[in-house]
């Protein structure tokens, strides 16, 4: 009896020596908060000292409200902290669980809601926080719309409303009404902010500026012990999504969705050589602009004072011992794998893993040892697979070798790419190489992808990446897949112009520290010091190897001039980016307005004699105007986010003494206005009048036509291939045939899309013989049924409704051929779809003008 009081009363005490803390979350119990429950559950916050109170959403309370009011130690928000901030409330924000948030605006597919500017008088179910989000309104407004515009409905919190239609659209969570329409048998679509330019942060777990100056060690402790729950969360999705489903899960889900859920927000919570968790100022201040064009904050101050800053590591007493006990560390590298590491010429162990490796040592006051005997990767991985040595710097975690060894956190990523001689055309999928040879990295994740998912690939096996491309080079390989950093740095250091990236793969490198399976302990070390690395030491690590350098001396009152230049510019461009959509829609509109009185004159004519002919002639390139404004408004985007995230760079770092990182930034900005300006003469140049035949090459007027109309196959998912002699030339009027190029391609689009296959291509070829060339354009979209077929050609034939389509593209396309080129323009049907024929005639000199 005196034993067991005695031990109740060590419990006791236990109990009464851990500090008691709560958090409060901003919605219900439910995946989106699993890191916190897992650090609860596995005992890493008992562990840390802590005995910590977890409440949902269930109480009514706003985490912002509970925190500033002692209700609450933590918290969990959004990217609107930063207006408290701003507004003077005393916060720090300590991780960003989310890189991009996971909020949007759901729509049913068979709606045809299918971007922002369609939500007009549309009604929408909005939360009291979104009405007022940045996220939402920042979209809004960049379409040209508010709230007004909206019929805005006060939110159900049920997703059945859209399945009922009940609204047109409502705020959602990516990772949870989806998955519960789809389940019901309802098609949906996402509008998301991240599309338009607005990629914010969620979930953020904050805590006030007293709680981190009173208490040091407990914010610490909680912040440690809150990353480790979150990576073994991710890590262990199914796992952690049964724990969920007993003990947090007032809303019900089937674990089906919880692990749904899981993976849904694991992709938005790792953004490749992102640390986790890390909040970037210069996102804050982009986050900022969005606020204060909506007049919401009247400035932006310097967030530095926001984020917390951690760095101790709270090692236990059983991982201070075990680090005692083991000071040297035998390590295995890969000597062939620039930047992320190699040998240098003095023999010394280089890259991005040998300063997280020395990064580590610093920290942890134990020696690693590396090994320089072993030359292959392969023979690495397999000593650390037998014990014979203790850890790898760098390996790609896979299932497969989670079987006998033990990762760290990643803390590098990297997209793995195709490449392949500069001749190959795009590569849409790893399927595309079926039956050729394709060369790998023994051992590497890429030969495991390839030899489990791809079994009708012929891998050949390489010992370097170096190796690996110049099988490519030499032709030995059709293609190789490797990193995207790998790939850019050994083309760039090794000359290898003749190769290119010609593809993406769904696959990436996730780099962690490897270890033996028994040292897990070690493991569990490395992810405090990983997790403990701030922003300034991450950027120290990856700018040096990751950015090039240049050594060009700068001349620093030309930055400063252009510095004022690009001001004035970022101005205009982000007034612009703002009115770019609602320009597109209102020029469409006024050549909609144009195309139907041109057709009302051209009804009116009783013969179709030069005249007509030419007015025609005029309304088929404006009928082309919609696709190609889609087009540039496409291309344009991208640019103008990057302008904008450029100057925000440009003024942060000017403000701070950083001329080279300004330099950079200005380099960045001439580039995109550039390409912009590029953009502009390829639009302008279609619409010019050729006045007498030149001399074209097919291939480079074909990839003319391609940089007009490519952004929107690309967002259609549809590809180009093309079988063309480069040296093939004609004698044409490069601008008539490029608008008949335009309009058999964009027929061709327009078929696959209503057509709805699997394969979405378009293929270009060019024969040549004495007498003819002869262009063929074609599509994968199922043919034209045969009782319209010898219609397509005549004027104002159509089989679009109205407003799509005017029925005089194709009767232009073969007057141009025939009459003007004294060609033939003719149609079949393929086993794939309809093929149009261009066979231009190479003995006969083409008509003395144009209709222009």
């Known amino acids: 009896m005196k034993k067991l009081l005695l031990l109740l009363l060590f419990f006791m005490s236990v109990a009464w020596s851990r500090e008691s803390v709560t958090l409060q979350l901003s919605w219900l119990n439910q995946f989106q908060f699993a890191g916190y429950y897992v650090a609860k559950e596995n005992g890493y916050y008992s562990d840390a000292g802590l005995d910590v109170t977890i409440l949902d959403a269930q109480n009514r309370q706003d985490p912002f409200d509970a925190v500033m009011k002692g209700k609450a130690q933590y918290g969990v928000g959004r990217s609107s902290l930063i207006v408290d901030y701003i507004n003077g409330a005393p916060l720090v924000l300590m991780a960003a669980v989310f890189q991009s948030s996971p909020m949007m605006l759901l729509t049913r597919k068979d709606s045809n809601i299918t971007k922002a500017q369609d939500l007009k008088n549309k009604r929408v179910m909005l939360t009291g926080d979104t009405v007022e989000g940045a996220e939402m309104q920042a979209m809004l407004r960049s379409v040209g719309l508010r709230t007004t515009d909206l019929y805005v409905q006060k939110h159900s919190y049920d997703p059945m409303s859209l399945a009922r239609r009940d609204t047109d659209a409502m705020v959602a969570y990516l990772s949870n009404e989806p998955y519960i329409l789809q389940k019901a048998g309802i098609e949906t679509h996402a509008i998301h902010p991240k599309d338009y330019g607005f990629d914010f942060y969620s979930d953020i777990l904050f805590t006030t500026k007293k709680e981190t100056l009173e208490h040091p060690q407990r914010a610490e402790a909680f912040y440690d012990a809150s990353m480790r729950g979150w990576l073994w969360a991710f890590d262990h999705i199914e796992e952690t999504a049964e724990l969920i489903y007993r003990n947090y899960n007032p809303q019900h889900k089937s674990l089906d969705a919880l692990i749904y859920e899981g993976r849904v927000l694991k992709e938005l919570a790792f953004r490749p050589n992102t640390a986790f968790g890390s909040i970037e100022p210069i996102r804050l201040e982009m986050i900022a602009q969005g606020y204060r064009l909506m007049g919401v904050v009247p400035s932006i101050p310097s967030f530095d004072p926001l984020i917390y800053k951690h760095s101790t590591l709270n090692l236990t007493a059983k991982e201070k011992a075990w680090l005692k006990a083991h000071p040297v560390v035998r390590v295995g590298v890969d000597q062939n794998w620039p930047p992320v590491e190699s040998i240098d010429e003095k023999g010394r162990h280089i890259g991005i893993s040998a300063s997280y490796l020395s990064l580590l040592e610093k920290r942890l006051g134990i020696h690693f040892e590396v090994d320089y005997s072993r030359r292959l990767w392969s023979d690495s991985l397999r000593a650390v697979q037998n014990k014979d040595l203790d850890m790898l710097s760098c390996a790609a975690i896979t299932e497969k070798r989670q079987e006998n060894l033990v990762f760290s956190r990643s803390y590098l990523k990297q997209s793995m790419v195709i490449v392949a001689d500069s001749g190959v055309g795009y590569v849409n999928d790893l399927n595309d190489l079926n039956g050729k040879k394709v060369a790998v990295v023994r051992s590497y994740a890429s030969e495991e992808i390839l030899r489990k998912y791809y079994p009708k690939i012929i891998p050949v096996l390489a010992d370097s990446s170096l190796e690996a491309l110049k099988k490519v080079a030499s032709g030995e390989a059709y293609a190789c897949v490797e990193g995207l950093g790998t790939v850019s740095y050994l083309i760039e250091h090794y000359n290898l112009k003749r190769l290119k990236v010609v593809g993406e793969t769904p696959y990436r490198y996730e780099l962690a520290f490897a270890f033996r399976n028994d040292w897990g302990m070690l493991a569990s070390i490395s992810d405090k010091v990983l997790a403990s690395i701030t922003q300034s030491e991450y950027q120290a690590i990856h700018g040096s190897w990751l950015v090039m350098e240049k050594n060009e001396p700068i001349n620093y009152s030309l930055v400063w001039g252009i510095a004022g230049f690009m001001g004035v510019l970022f101005i205009v461009i982000a007034y612009k980016n703002r009115r770019l959509d609602v320009l597109v829609r209102q020029r469409t509109d006024e050549l909609e307005t144009f195309n139907q009185r041109l057709q009302e004159e051209i009804e009116k004519a009783v013969e179709k004699n030069r ?222 779809g309809a093929c149009f024929e261009i066979r231009l005639n190479r003995s006969l000199k083409a008509g003395s003008g144009t209709l222009g």
């Open 611 to 832: 005249k007509q002919e030419k007015l025609l002639m005029q309304q088929a390139k404006m009928a082309e105007i919609g696709s190609m404004l889609e087009s540039i408004a496409h291309q344009w985007r991208q640019p103008l986010n990057i302008l904008g995230l450029s100057m925000t760079r440009l003024n942060l770092s000017c403000s701070i003494g950083g001329s080279q990182e300004a330099a950079k930034v200005i380099e960045i900005a001439e580039a995109q206005i550039e390409y912009m300006s590029q953009t502009i003469d390829d639009f302008r140049n279609f619409f010019k009048h050729d006045r007498d035949q030149i001399s074209v090459n097919i291939n480079t007027l074909i990839s003319d036509v391609e940089a007009l109309l490519g952004p929107l196959l690309v967002r259609k998912k549809i590809t180009i291939e093309r079988d063309i002699d480069p040296d093939t030339e004609v004698l044409v009027y490069p601008n008539e045939l490029k608008q008949v190029l335009i309009n058999l391609i964009n027929n061709a689009r327009e078929a696959i899309e209503q057509h709805r296959g699997d394969k979405r291509v378009i293929y270009i070829r060019c024969q040549n013989d004495e007498k003819y060339c002869t262009i063929s354009v074609e599509d994968t979209g199922g043919g034209i049924p045969n009782k319209i077929i010898d219609k397509i050609f005549d004027p104002y034939f159509t089989t679009k409704f109205e407003s799509q389509g005017t029925g005089i593209g194709l009767y232009m396309a073969k007057t141009i051929i025939e009459k003007h080129f004294l060609g033939k323009l003719s149609v079949y049907n393929s086993n794939l």
